[in-house]
C-alpha cells in the first residue's frame, strides 16, 4: 500500500478558496468512492471532515467539500477563517477493508 | 460521547516488545470495526492494523505483518495492539480510532506515544 500523493503545503487569505490535491491509482482512490478527510491542528488528534469522497459528517461547516476525479480526489474549503490553519489528510480504501492515507497537506491562512 | 482512551505507550529498548491498550466507552463496542493508526514525529498519519467486530477478521499494513498483532475483547470494551521487535523508525504516537459506516475513521483517540531508544 503507497501512501496517496498529496501537496506539502498550500496558502490562501482569510475568505479565499483553497484546493488541495489527493492522487493515488485505480487500485485505491480511482477504484472505491471511499474517500475520506480529516483536519489536524497540532498536537491534537485528527477529525473527521469529509467521508464517502463527498460526505460531511454532522458538525462539519458546508464550506468543506469533497469531490473526485478518476484517480484524484480533491478537497475544497470555501471562505476560508483562520481556525481552518491546520493539517489535512486524505485517506482511500484500498480493498480487502484495509485503509491508505495521504503523506498530509499543511494549509495556512495568510 | 464517544471516548477512545489509549494506554500503554512509553519509552521501550530497540528489539523490545510493548502492548498498547484502547477503552472504549459512549457506543456499543461490539458493533464497530476498529483500527489503528500511528503518526511519527513531525510526519503524516499512517494506518496500521484493523480488526472486525468479533476479532475473527484482521487485517495489516503489508510492511507490519508478523510484528504487529490487532486484538480486541468485546466484554472489557477494549482493542490492543502487541508490538514486537520495536525499532527507532517504530517512535510514534499511536491513535486507537473507531471506523465509520464504510471504510473511514470516524473517531479517535488522543493517542500515546511509544519512543524506541537505548
Known amino acids: 500500500q503507497s501512501a496517496l500523493t498529496q501537496p506539502r503545503s498550500v496558502s490562501a487569505s482569510p475568505g479565499q478558496s483553497v484546493t488541495i490535491s489527493c492522487t493515488g491509482t485505480s487500485s485505491d482512490v480511482g477504484g472505491h468512492n471511499y474517500v475520506s478527510w480529516y483536519q489536524q491542528h497540532p498536537g491534537k488528534a485528527p477529525k473527521l471532515i469529509i467521508y464517502d469522497v463527498s460526505n460531511r459528517p454532522s458538525g462539519v461547516p458546508d464550506r468543506f467539500f469533497g469531490s473526485k476525479s478518476g484517480n484524484t480526489a480533491s478537497l475544497t474549503i470555501s471562505g476560508l477563517q483562520a481556525e481552518d490553519e491546520a493539517d489535512y489528510y486524505c485517506c482511500s480504501y484500498v480493498g480487502d477493508y484495509t485503509l491508505v492515507f495521504g503523506g498530509g497537506t499543511k494549509l495556512t491562512v495568510l | 460521547e464517544v471516548q477512545l482512551v489509549e494506554s500503554g505507550g512509553g519509552l521501550v529498548q530497540p528489539g523490545g516488545s510493548l502492548r498498547l491498550s484502547c477503552a472504549a466507552s459512549g457506543f456499543t463496542f461490539r458493533t464497530y470495526w476498529m483500527s489503528w493508526v500511528r503518526q511519527a514525529p513531525g510526519r503524516g498519519l499512517e494506518w496500521l492494523a484493523n480488526v472486525n467486530q468479533d476479532g475473527s477478521e484482521k487485517r495489516y499494513v503489508d510492511s507490519m505483518k508478523g510484528r504487529f498483532s490487532i486484538s480486541r475483547d468485546n466484554a472489557r470494551n477494549s482493542l490492543y495492539l502487541q508490538i514486537n521487535s520495536l525499532r527507532a523508525e517504530d517512535t510514534a504516537v499511536y491513535y486507537c480510532?473507531?471506523?465509520?459506516?464504510?471504510?473511514?475513521?470516524?473517531?479517535w483517540g488522543q493517542g500515546t506515544l511509544v519512543t524506541v531508544s537505548s
Open positions: 480510532a473507531r471506523e465509520g459506516g464504510t471504510y473511514y475513521v470516524e473517531y
